[in-house]
């Protein structure tokens, strides 16, 4: 059996849980040694056999960024000849999946690790490219033979968003963790390098600063906490410039406010130094508004890092509260974007879990050690990598 594998993301540009997710599925496929998987991705050439990438079209340099991705999923078609089976990830990849499967009549399979009518602040970032990646998303997914959903949560927002969609066309896998790469890291050299010291309680972020990741209510429920209290933020690649400058806005009145014991480190770290700064931390913040499962609590977790998130999305089926963490309650608004009904509520429950966190540390302590039996007892690659491949032989008959 041979799997092409199209993603935007891939081994060494990757900046999201999308493609952690394809390089640890990619890796746990090829070492079963009974398939080929190719992998096509956007970029720079990559030094890796079976693995393909593909510039942006010169041609299309002034279009805009959504015109942009398609040019390079066309570019990937010819080369997915011979396939089995394509499967895609993310919008950024599944026209090119879609156009595959027309072209050379293999099966398509999406995996669902978003929904772009869930995230209609991408139109902030894309304007009218925003309804063309809608379009490819529900075109392709309509179409597909299968839809890999990373969590329950995500299933219903599959079929919620795309009532058409044959619900037994659509499987639950989850995300995964790598509990080699990461566990307990105790560099305290790293960690008071970055100006946070690891001898007094902290909270810590980590993640892009978009709309679904919640930065700015975390931002609003630290001024809550205690002053010994270090708020620590692992936060770039913004995704438009008004939400950069909501949250340095933020950033200031909090440091306003707090003074020390406020960090703020933008640019993305080696995985050495985040497993670092998780392992010295207190409890692990996911204020998210949008998360089909969210890897990054996995990575917490495996870290021995209790986690406060919210309960949206994915995340209640790996976070399970009062024995990994605190899961902070949130009504939403159902216009896609998340927003909670009262912002001040979730802001305030927010506080609430951080501080009851911070406020008892052997408490956090055992929910940390908690977090990891459950990363690496569920969550492991190779069991996630079998579950994909039995969907694979499921549309090959």
Same mark, same amino acid.
């Given at each position: 059996?041979?799997?092409?594998?199209?993603?935007?993301?891939?081994?060494?540009?990757?900046?999201?849980?999308?493609?952690?997710?394809?390089?640890?599925?990619?890796?746990?496929?090829?070492?079963?040694?009974?398939?080929?998987?190719?992998?096509?991705?956007?970029?720079?050439?990559?030094?890796?056999?079976?693995?393909?990438?593909?510039?942006?079209?010169?041609?299309?340099?002034?279009?805009?960024?959504?015109?942009?991705?398609?040019?390079?999923?066309?570019?990937?078609?010819?080369?997915?000849?011979?396939?089995?089976?394509?499967?895609?990830?993310?919008?950024?990849?599944? %026209?090119? $999946?879609?156009?595959?499967?027309?072209? *050379?009549?293999?099966?398509?399979?999406?995996? !669902?690790?978003? @929904?772009? +009518?869930?995230?209609?602040?991408?139109?902030?970032?894309?304007?009218?490219?925003?309804?063309?990646?809608?379009?490819?998303?529900?075109?392709?997914?309509?179409?597909?033979?299968?839809?890999?959903?990373?969590?329950?949560?995500?299933?219903?927002?599959?079929?919620?968003?795309?009532?058409?969609?044959?619900?037994?066309?659509?499987?639950?896998?989850?995300?995964?963790?790598?509990?080699?790469?990461?566990?307990?890291?105790?560099?305290?050299?790293?960690?008071?390098?970055?100006?946070?010291?690891?001898?007094?309680?902290?909270?810590? %972020?980590? $993640?892009?600063?978009?709309?679904?990741? *919640?930065?700015?209510?975390?931002?609003?429920? !630290?001024?809550? @906490?205690? +002053?010994?209290?270090?708020?620590?933020?692992?936060?770039?690649?913004?995704?438009?410039?008004?939400?950069?400058?909501?949250?340095?806005?933020?950033?200031?009145?909090?440091?306003?406010?707090?003074?020390?014991?406020?960090?703020?480190?933008?640019?993305?770290?080696?995985?050495?130094?985040?497993?670092?700064?998780?392992?010295?931390?207190?409890?692990?913040?996911?204020?998210?508004?949008?998360?089909?499962?969210?890897?990054?609590?996995?990575?917490?977790?495996?870290?021995?890092?209790?986690?406060?998130?919210?309960?949206?999305?994915?995340?209640?089926?790996?976070?399970?509260?009062?024995?990994?963490?605190?899961?902070?309650?949130?009504?939403?608004?159902?216009?896609?974007?998340?927003?909670?009904?009262?912002?001040?509520?979730?802001?305030?429950?927010?506080?609430?879990?951080?501080?009851?966190?911070?406020?008892?540390?052997?408490?956090?302590?055992?929910?940390?050690?908690?977090?990891?039996?459950?990363?690496?007892?569920?969550?492991?690659?190779?069991?996630?990598?079998?579950?994909?491949?039995?969907?694979?032989?499921?549309?090959?008959?």
């Amino acid at each position: 059996m041979r799997v092409d594998i199209l993603s935007k993301e891939y081994p060494p540009a990757i900046y999201g849980g999308a493609g952690v997710h394809v390089a640890e599925l990619v890796r746990a496929l090829r070492n079963r040694g009974d398939m080929e998987v190719r992998v096509h991705c956007f970029g720079a050439p990559r030094d890796e056999d079976g693995t393909f990438a593909y510039a942006d079209l010169p041609e299309l340099s002034s279009a805009n960024p959504a015109i942009q991705t398609m040019g390079v999923d066309l570019a990937m078609v010819a080369g997915t000849e011979g396939a089995d089976l394509v499967h895609s990830h993310t919008w950024y990849a599944n %026209f090119g $999946g879609h156009v595959a499967s027309l072209l *050379g009549g293999m099966p398509h399979i999406i995996s !669902a690790h978003s @929904l772009e +009518p869930l995230r209609p602040w991408k139109a902030e970032q894309l304007g009218g490219g925003y309804r063309v990646s809608s379009w490819v998303e529900k075109t392709a997914y309509e179409a597909a033979a299968a839809v890999i959903a990373v969590s329950a949560g995500m299933r219903e927002d599959i079929l919620k968003s795309y009532p058409s969609i044959d619900p037994a066309k659509v499987k639950v896998v989850h995300n995964g963790i790598d509990s080699q790469l990461w566990q307990p890291n105790h560099n305290l050299d790293v960690v008071r390098s970055h100006g946070v010291d690891p001898d007094k309680p902290s909270v810590i %972020f980590v $993640g892009r600063i978009t709309r679904q990741k *919640g930065l700015p209510y975390l931002l609003r429920a !630290a001024a809550e @906490l205690p +002053p010994e209290v270090q708020i620590v933020l692992l936060a770039g690649a913004p995704d438009t410039p008004e939400i950069m400058a909501e949250v340095e806005a933020l950033m200031d009145d909090l440091r306003a406010k707090r003074g020390d014991g406020v960090v703020w480190i933008p640019e993305m770290l080696p995985r050495d130094q985040v497993t670092a700064m998780l392992s010295a931390a207190t409890v692990f913040a996911c204020p998210s508004v949008y998360e089909p499962l969210g890897i990054v609590n996995l990575e917490a977790m495996a870290c021995e890092l209790p986690v406060v998130a919210t309960a949206t999305g994915g995340i209640p089926e790996v976070v399970v509260d009062g024995e990994t963490g605190w899961l902070v309650p949130i009504e939403q608004v159902q216009d896609g974007t998340g927003t909670p009904i009262d912002p001040d509520k979730f802001v305030a429950d927010l506080a609430a879990a951080l501080n009851e966190a911070v406020s008892d540390p052997d408490r956090a302590h055992a929910f940390g050690l908690a977090g990891r039996r459950r990363a690496v007892d569920s969550f492991s690659w190779a069991s996630i990598g079998d579950r994909t491949l039995e969907v694979y032989r499921s549309v090959l008959g």
